[in-house]
């Protein structure tokens, strides 16, 4: 809400406060028509309260901003009271609010240090990431860089895949194949291939998976030796996994494992049992649920004893209400998991009904690459590595074409490379499934990450050629259609990241960076600065100087890295 649509909310509850209730942000709506105003406020709620049709309603409200002067008109439209603000009074308080703010001090206050645990990236140890990790990697830091700038305390968590029977069958290949020495040096990519072999094998000589389940046993039994392969696997992965997360500048608090939660599993179900939430069907150990809620039953024990996936997810989930105090907890993986993490939530809900709003599952549709079925087990895995190397190269030739003049070019091309895949994935409602294509993904035209950053990289060199000055900017120097339109547009900026903090959705950022983008360009077109008389280029420069702020942030946001040239 901006000050404008408070100074109306404020002259209509004060002159009619049994509308009080019914008034509010949410209300507002953008004209139908922009020739109407800058804001609309339809009456037709009001109408049962005042007994009035709402077109009468509106004519009684718009007699209350007759005599004020910060509207240059305001008109009654079929029952909707369309506001055209006055634009001297409306460009001093947008540019006056981001200096009074110091660019961003307000909004940094709006989670109040509410402490929400983002659980994102999650790869399984002893597999290389692959691009079917990039979603989760990518959405959850972007999530947890909107709620750390608007101020909450955000707690990032990657609950690694390291527990399961998959480490028995690589150990028991490695025991027959390989040597503890080779798989040191070889690292992740060699780890891959030898579970490849290993369900190649096990297809001719099916007992093989009998080897595996006991060398698993060894593993929870804590063998010595098995203990020593584990441990490997988890260095090798951490080592690659690192290196990707460097390129893509993700971190995280908190790293810890399936196996973490290992000691706590007795413990859960007993807490469970004590509730009564526990039955045995079938030799298993359950959570059954109404039959309203339309779920099989969440299994906690196979009927040898052995834990499940749900089973350590319920106790990380007691962990961290624990440990972190959260007000949220937030569970960033693909739509596929989602009856895993109805049943998870809801079992925590039963166990105590004031966990209900606590934890969120931030579902996201899949990514895939044209002509390839996924498959760890058969070796159809695209390694994320690859694909930020790969664009990278492709960005290379295009410099080498374009700019080959560019200093630190392959450095520049990673970043832009980088900066390509992640706004390919944010750009879109991260429900949506995405098909990876290279061309549009790195083409430096059109609704793209390069072509956002070649954006940035224009604004600064704007700045730079404008250099520094004392002057105070002339805002009457930028009344113009193109200033008047981008300024109206930086003002969404608070809105915008906190509509994205609420529905968990960076693509609300991502698509306010193309407006902002369109919004710069018409702008450019239209209004020289650099060679302008003194006092419009300063006044202009000022407006660029607040645009190449935000628009920073927002990249900042996405996790886009800045270019200094192109």
């Known amino acids: 809400m901006n000050i404008f649509q408070s100074l109306i909310i404020k002259k209509v509850t004060g002159a009619y406060p049994a509308l009080k209730e019914l008034v509010g942000a949410a209300l507002f709506e953008n004209p139908k028509n922009p020739e109407f105003g800058d804001t609309a406020l339809p009456c037709f709620r009001f109408s049962s309260v005042l007994k009035k049709s709402p077109a009468a309603v509106a004519e009684e ?8 002067d910060s509207f240059e008109s305001v008109t009654n439209i079929n029952g909707y ?6 634009k001297e009074r409306y460009i001093e308080y947008v540019c006056g609010s981001f200096e009074k703010n110091t660019l961003f001090n307000d909004i940094k206050s709006y989670g109040g240090g509410k402490t929400v645990v983002i659980d994102y990236s999650h790869p399984n140890v002893a597999k290389n990431m692959g691009i079917h990790n990039l979603r989760s990697t990518i959405i959850g830091q972007s999530i947890y860089n909107i709620h750390e700038f608007l101020g909450f305390k955000a707690v990032g968590v990657n609950h690694l895949g390291d527990w399961g029977t998959q480490f028995g069958k690589l150990m028991w290949a490695l025991e027959e194949w390989s040597s503890y020495e080779e798989v040191e040096n070889k690292g992740i990519l060699f780890l891959n291939e030898i579970y490849v072999r290993f369900h190649n094998e096990a297809e001719i000589k099916p007992e093989l998976e009998e080897k595996a389940r006991e060398w698993f046993k060894k593993l929870e039994d804590n063998d010595e030796p098995a203990l020593k392969w584990w441990k490997l696997f988890i260095k090798v992965s951490m080592d690659a996994y690192n290196d990707i997360y460097r390129r893509l500048n993700i971190k995280f608090d908190h790293i810890t494992g399936e196996s973490f939660y290992i000691k706590f599993l007795d413990d859960t179900v007993n807490r469970l049992d004590e509730r009564g939430l526990t039955e045995f069907s079938e030799g298993a150990l359950v959570v059954k649920f109404d039959d309203s809620e339309n779920m099989p039953p969440c299994l906690l024990k196979k009927s040898d004893g052995a834990t499940l996936y749900a089973t350590r997810d319920i106790a990380a989930a007691m962990y961290r209400l624990i440990e972190f105090k959260p007000n949220r907890v937030l569970y960033v993986t693909d739509v596929a998991q989602e009856l ?10 039963m166990y105590d009904p004031t966990n209900k709003d606590i934890f969120r599952h931030i579902k996201f549709g899949r990514l895939s690459f044209p002509n390839v079925q996924m498959s760890t087990r058969k070796g159809n895995i695209v390694p994320l590595s690859e694909v930020l190397d790969r664009a990278r190269d492709k960005v290379l030739d295009i ?13 520049t091309a990673d970043k832009i490379g980088i900066g390509a895949v992640i706004f390919n994935d944010l750009s879109v409602s991260r ?16 609704e793209t990450g390069p072509h956002v950053q070649y954006s940035y990289v224009r604004i600064m060199n704007i700045l730079e050629k404008t250099g520094s000055f004392d002057t105070i900017a002339d805002l009457s120097l930028i009344k113009d259609e193109f200033s008047y339109d981008l300024i109206k547009l930086l003002e969404q900026f608070e809105p915008k990241v906190k509509q994205a903090c609420e529905e968990y959705e960076p693509s609300v950022i991502a698509n306010y960076l193309i407006e902002l983008s369109k919004s710069f360009n018409r702008f450019y077109q239209n209004n020289r600065v650099v ?3 003194v006092k419009t280029m300063q006044s202009r420069a000022y407006l660029i100087n607040i645009l190449g702020t935000v628009y920073g942030k927002c990249m900042d946001l996405l996790g886009i890295p800045k270019i200094d040239k192109m």
């Open 81 to 86: 009271l369309n506001f055209k603000y006055r």
């Open 61 to 68: 409200l718009r007699n209350l901003f007759e005599e004020d």
């Open 531 to 533: 060679g302008e008389e």
């Open 340 to 349: 895993h993490f109805a049943q998870v939530f809801k079992v925590m809900e």
């Open 399 to 411: 410099i080498e074409e374009r700019n080959a003049d560019i200093p630190d070019k392959l450095q």
């Open 431 to 446: 429900i949506k499934n995405i098909e990876f294509d290279w061309d549009k993904t790195l083409s430096f035209e059109g």
